[in-house]
């Protein structure tokens, strides 16, 4: 079994066009040697053409932070899975906990992401996770046994293959706190024995599990040492070709 890493990194709502541009330019150059590894950056969306532009041909992939569950049609402001892979994209990110808290992003609406996605060629970073006080009631696995149950209900195996889960702990996202590499890697653990029960071990060993939340430098190396920690998504510090190029870089 062997997993390829991966190195996400979410821009959110950061980054003109123009500043877009230039920092993938950099990031190209500062991660030109990286091989054996998989890196994917997440712009927003009027930023994803211009940026595609740049990595082509490079070993930068393209993620779009979100997308809609139809093809076409009257729904005005979304975007569908075929116009991303028209614009570069190979992933999308589904599920992010922002879009929960803010945007009305449920379970339901993950599912129903996820399966266009699939069935439109994309690849999906499916993101879950528990907040501080489902952590604190102790709630943090029935949390995420629904959240995977339902985001993931229906995908065939071989649509599983093709899906990324990343465990982002609402706590840790943004606040400087990050989930202990040995926290984290109970989780993921979990996490993949739940795959394991749904879709059998071996799709379960294949699946790649990123973490996310306050990930820097100084702890990536920590986190990726552990057996079930297969990537990271990494939100403030991909903003910066300096700290990003050193998690890419990440030592084993
Ligand atoms: P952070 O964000 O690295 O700034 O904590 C992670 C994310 O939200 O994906």
């Given at each position: 079994m062997s997993r390829t890493p991966l190195i996400a990194g979410n821009w959110k709502m950061y980054k003109t066009i123009p500043e877009a541009v230039e920092t993938v330019e950099q990031l190209k150059e500062a991660i030109k040697d990286v091989s054996s590894r998989e890196v994917v950056i997440a712009p927003s969306f009027v930023c994803l053409f211009p940026v595609a532009e740049v990595i082509r041909r490079s070993n930068i992939a393209l993620a779009a932070q979100n997308v809609f569950w139809e093809d076409e049609g009257a729904y005005t402001g979304e975007i569908s899975p075929a116009m991303l892979r028209s614009g570069g994209c190979t992933y999308t990110i589904i599920g992010h906990s922002e879009r929960r808290q803010y945007f009305g992003e449920t379970n339901e609406s993950v599912n129903k992401k996820s399966k266009k996605s699939l069935e439109g060629g994309l690849k999906v970073i499916v993101c879950i996770g528990e907040s501080l006080e489902e952590r604190e009631k102790k709630n943090t696995f029935s949390i995420l046994r629904t959240?995977?149950?339902?985001?993931?209900?229906?995908?065939?195996?071989?649509?599983?293959?093709?899906?990324?889960?990343?465990?982002?702990?609402?706590?840790?996202?943004?606040?400087?706190?990050?989930?202990?590499?040995?926290?984290?890697?109970?989780?993921?653990?979990?996490?993949?024995?739940?795959?394991?029960?749904?879709?059998?071990?071996?799709?379960?060993?294949?699946?790649?599990?990123?973490?996310?939340?306050?990930?820097?430098?100084?702890?990536?190396?920590?986190?990726?040492?552990?057996?079930?920690?297969?990537?990271?998504?990494?939100?403030?510090?991909?903003?910066?070709?300096?700290?990003f190029a050193r998690i890419v870089k990440f030592l084993f």
């Amino acid at each position: 079994m062997s997993r390829t890493p991966l190195i996400a990194g979410n821009w959110k709502m950061y980054k003109t066009i123009p500043e877009a541009v230039e920092t993938v330019e950099q990031l190209k150059e500062a991660i030109k040697d990286v091989s054996s590894r998989e890196v994917v950056i997440a712009p927003s969306f009027v930023c994803l053409f211009p940026v595609a532009e740049v990595i082509r041909r490079s070993n930068i992939a393209l993620a779009a932070q979100n997308v809609f569950w139809e093809d076409e049609g009257a729904y005005t402001g979304e975007i569908s899975p075929a116009m991303l892979r028209s614009g570069g994209c190979t992933y999308t990110i589904i599920g992010h906990s922002e879009r929960r808290q803010y945007f009305g992003e449920t379970n339901e609406s993950v599912n129903k992401k996820s399966k266009k996605s699939l069935e439109g060629g994309l690849k999906v970073i499916v993101c879950i996770g528990e907040s501080l006080e489902e952590r604190e009631k102790k709630n943090t696995f029935s949390i995420l046994r629904t959240q995977i149950e339902g985001g993931l209900r229906g995908l065939t195996a071989d649509q599983m293959r093709e899906v990324v889960i990343a465990y982002e702990p609402i706590w840790a996202i943004g606040t400087g706190k990050t989930a202990t590499a040995d926290q984290a890697e109970e989780v993921h653990q979990f996490i993949r024995n739940q795959i394991g029960e749904k879709q059998g071990k071996e799709l379960s060993e294949k699946t790649r599990i990123l973490y996310g939340g306050s990930v820097k430098p100084d702890n990536i190396d920590e986190l990726m040492a552990k057996k079930n920690i297969d990537g990271v998504l990494v939100g403030g510090a991909s903003l910066k070709v300096e700290s990003f190029a050193r998690i890419v870089k990440f030592l084993f």
